[in-house]
Each structure stands twice: as structure tokens, then as C-alpha cells.
């Protein structure tokens, strides 16, 4: 009897095994544990976001925010999808700034490192080095990031309201090529952009970002960091806790839950310098109190191992945004990498 029991009981598992696997129904099935846990943030790793082609929206221009005799700032708009291959798209806001005079110019996108709410308006963080930039001849995007700006707000969940950073600057590098329509409508074809010349610039935080859609889009764009976070995720938000109220409780908590259903290297450019194809510039401060200082040798170092075309310069008493007297050096080493790099 016990034998024709544990045969009726191994039928049975046998048969649910085979619906389960057989049905357009199985992810609803419910097991003895309850109902199976989706893992929705898969979609963000790199070896799916790789996976993606990013739509090539349009974008727009809007107010004029100042004007001079050499160039003019103003907002721009596009749209991202809300999650990746989603069809909902929301928009992004940003600053452009533009070379007065007519002319076919080479594009600069630049990503803001982090600007508290209460601080933030389009343009902070990248502005001063876009203007010098725009004036000496090149097309500069600094879009705001999803819920900042005049943006649509970022996902509730903190860890893909991160990801989305990813998805918004993949979404720009795709939709650049319509970026001379926009032109076009509002200074009739008197100032272009030079698709064949597309330069990176990034700062603190942003410089993850950069080197992040660098390994996910494989796209050969001179890229120049400034005093970049590059370690490793979730440690590169890990060291930065101290600076909360709570001293990074509620980050730690979300972190050990998301790596309790998630590999974190999946999701970490570290993992994924073999497949950056960009000359990079680094350019980091001595006095630096944000960003240590080996941070940024090591990342040169791991680059160059990789056989990347890398640039490293460090400045004697520097601080995180290369003041008090280093910065129009900065800049201008910046320029010559780009103008030297464009040429090849």
C-alpha cells in the first residue's frame, strides 16, 4: 500500500512538473514557498542592456536660458524609455549650449556628477566648462536626469532609479542623430552637428555613468573624466554613507536585499573594462576630498591593462572640482585630447 502511495504521489509531481514546464501560464504558478519572486531589475544588467536598441527619439529645443556674442544656452528635451525595450517613453530635460557663429561642430555630452535636490537647476555641475567648450567650437548636452530639471520623475525603487541614468544617456547617444533636425527648426541649418566627432565629459559620479554606457554601447567616443568614481558597485555607494542622516542604514539594507536576488558584478562597469573601446583622459586633484586620488590611478592602471588608449594627469592642489587654480588647465588639456582625438 505504501509502495502504490508514494507511486501516485511521484505521478502527480511528475505531471505538475510537466504543466508547469509546458505552459504559457508557468511564471503565475504558485509554489509551497509562494508566489516565484520576478527579478525585474535583470533587465539592467550590462549583458542585457547590451542587448538593447535604444530608440533614436527626437529631440528639441526650448527657452533660451542666456545668449552672448559667442554662443547660446538653452534647454533641450527627449524622451527614454521608462524601463529598458519599454513602450512608455518620458522625457528628459537638459542644457545646450551652441557656437554662435554658423559652422558644422563637433558634440560634447556632459554628465553632472551629484547635486542635491535643493541645490540642482539645469546646467549646475557642467555649465562653466560648457560655455568654454561652446566657445571654442563644439555642441555641448548636459541632460538633467530623470527627476531633476524639467525630467519626468525616476523609478520609486533607489537602486533603478540608478540604472535609469544608464538607459536615459544610452537613449541620447542613439537619438543624437536627430539632433540637426532640432537645429535646423530653430537656426535653419546654419548650425550643425558633427555626428562623426562625439566626445564624452564627466565629473565625480557622472564618470560612473560615462564609463558605464562606454562597456554597455561599445562606441568609440573620446571620453574625459574628472576626478571619476570608478570603484566597483555597490561599494562606490557604500563609501559615501557617512554623509547621510542615518549613516547609510536604509543604503545597506537595499543593498544586502538586492544582492540576496542579484549578482552586483553584473551590474558594475569593473566587470566590463575589456569592453570599453574609447580613449579616456582622467584628470584628477591632489587635495581631492571626494574622490581619493588612487581611485583614479588604479582605474588608469586597470585601464591600460586592457590595452585602452588612457591619458592620466593629476593636479597639485586640486580639490574635486579642480579649483582653486587648476581648473582653466583642466580644461584646456581637455580640448586638446578631444581636437587631437577627432583627428584620427
Not at 566648462?129 to 524639467?150: C, M, Q, R, S, Y
Not at 591600460?304 to 583642466?330: C, R
Amino acid at each position: 500500500m505504501k509502495k502504490i502511495f508514494l507511486g501516485v504521489i511521484l505521478l502527480v509531481s511528475i505531471v505538475l512538473l510537466v504543466y508547469f514546464y509546458f505552459s504559457p501560464q508557468k511564471k503565475s504558478l504558485i509554489s509551497p514557498l509562494g508566489k516565484l519572486k520576478e527579478k525585474s531589475l535583470s533587465v539592467y544588467s550590462f549583458n542585457s542592456l547590451k542587448k538593447i536598441q535604444f530608440p533614436k527619439n527626437s529631440i528639441s529645443l526650448g527657452k533660451k536660458i542666456s545668449e552672448n556674442e559667442n554662443i547660446i544656452t538653452q534647454m533641450f528635451y527627449y524622451s527614454v524609455p521608462q524601463s529598458p525595450n519599454a513602450d512608455v517613453q518620458i522625457k528628459v530635460s537638459g542644457v545646450i549650449n551652441l557656437p554662435k557663429k554658423p559652422g558644422n561642430y563637433p558634440i560634447i555630452v556632459m554628465l553632472r556628477g551629484y547635486v542635491p535636490d535643493e541645490m540642482y537647476q539645469p546646467g549646475v555641475g557642467t555649465q562653466h566648462a560648457a560655455e568654454v567648450f561652446a566657445k571654442n567650437g563644439f555642441i555641448t548636452l548636459a541632460p538633467d536626469f530623470l527627476g531633476a530639471g524639467e525630467s519626468a520623475s525616476p523609478s520609486a525603487d533607489p537602486l533603478e532609479a540608478r540604472f535609469q541614468t544608464y538607459t536615459t544617456i544610452l537613449t541620447l547617444f542613439s537619438s543624437l542623430s536627430n539632433l540637426d533636425y532640432a537645429l535646423n527648426a530653430s537656426y535653419s541649418g546654419s548650425i550643425k552637428g558633427d555626428l562623426s566627432k562625439i566626445g564624452i565629459w564627466a565629473h565625480s559620479n557622472g564618470g560612473q555613468i560615462a564609463l558605464s554606457v562606454l562597456a554597455i554601447s561599445g562606441v568609440d567616443y573620446p571620453m574625459v573624466l574628472w576626478a571619476p568614481v570608478s570603484k566597483s558597485f555597490p561599494y562606490s555607494i557604500l563609501y559615501y554613507t557617512d554623509e547621510v542622516d542615518d549613516q547609510g542604514k536604509t543604503l545597506r539594507k537595499l543593498v544586502a536585499d538586492f544582492e540576496k536576488d542579484y549578482s552586483a558584478e553584473e551590474f558594475s562597469f569593473t566587470s566590463y573594462l575589456s569592453w570599453i573601446k574609447a580613449p579616456i583622459q582622467i584628470n584628477q586633484g591632489e587635495s581631492d576630498q571626494e574622490v581619493p586620488v588612487w581611485w583614479s590611478e588604479e582605474l588608469a592602471a586597470s585601464l591600460k591593462k586592457e590595452k585602452i588608449s588612457t591619458q592620466y594627469f593629476s593636479y597639485p592642489g586640486a580639490d574635486h572640482n579642480m579649483l582653486p587654480s587648476q581648473w582653466t588647465n583642466v580644461v584646456n588639456n581637455n580640448m586638446l585630447f578631444y581636437n587631437t582625438s577627432f583627428k584620427k
